[in-house]
């Protein structure tokens, strides 16, 4: 069964540090992945879409990893803000198909 | 910056009463989607869209939900009849080329 694992669940940090948010996948065959923020009864918003054969992808503050062997993706997030707080989801596209996985989130919260 | 929209932003019905979800992808979009996020869970795919046929469904979509572009703009969501457990945040989306899709602030649909 396809399945999107996350980690850590949430996480607290101080506004200007940096974090990592892990994703662990099963998907397979396997398009891409895509790392979404979603702020409190919102919709998600693509933060960046890797596909097999990239290993990184840089959005602003946001560093996306793909190691497609070992089926894991992190996202970091460099110098924290306060409007960072939100739900990081990992998100993963089968081959041939348009239903997304989705994985549960990392609940973020920056405070002063 | 071209969006999805949706209506209502949230529907309160009784349970066997038949709602109405709408959608107004992005102009030129082929490809559309609906999702739902049970309160507390992950986000599920319920459907895919396109070329005005279903191309892809979830077990979750059942005889009691349906899709409809009745005009060229509107994509619809419809549950027959609603279940307590039907309760969730429903999110449209939609994308140019069954790549990036682009969500939109969801609807809450509470069943009592």
């Known amino acids: 069964k396809n399945q999107v694992e996350q980690s850590p669940q949430s996480l607290i940090i101080l506004e200007g540090k940096n974090c990592t948010l892990q994703c662990n996948y099963t998907v397979s065959p396997f398009s891409n992945l895509r790392w979404y923020k979603q702020d409190t009864g919102r919709g998600p918003v693509s933060l960046t879409i890797m596909t097999f054969s990239e290993n990184t992808k840089s959005n602003g503050r946001y560093t996306a990893t793909l190691d497609a062997d070992t089926k894991q993706s992190s996202l970091h997030i460099t110098a924290s803000q306060l409007s960072d707080s939100a739900s990081y989801i990992c998100v993963v596209r089968p081959g041939g198909g348009n239903k997304l996985t989705f994985g549960t989130g990392t609940q973020l919260k920056v405070e002063l | 910056e071209p969006e999805v929209t949706q209506t209502p932003s949230h529907q309160v019905t009784q349970m066997g009463q038949e709602v109405i979800l709408r959608c107004v992808p992005i102009?030129?979009?082929?490809?559309f989607y609906w999702y739902r996020q049970i309160l507390g869970q992950k986000v599920e795919f319920l459907v895919s869209f396109y070329n005005n046929e279903i191309s892809e469904k979830s077990e979750i979509f059942d005889d009691q939900f349906s899709v409809e572009r009745p005009d060229g703009s509107n994509f619809t969501l419809k549950i027959r009849s609603t279940k307590l457990e039907d309760s969730a945040m429903y999110f449209c989306?939609?994308?140019?080329?069954?790549?990036?899709?682009?969500f939109g602030p969801g609807t809450r649909l509470t069943v009592t």
């Open positions: 989306a939609s994308s140019l080329q069954g790549s990036e899709q682009y």
């Open positions: 102009s030129n979009h082929l490809y």
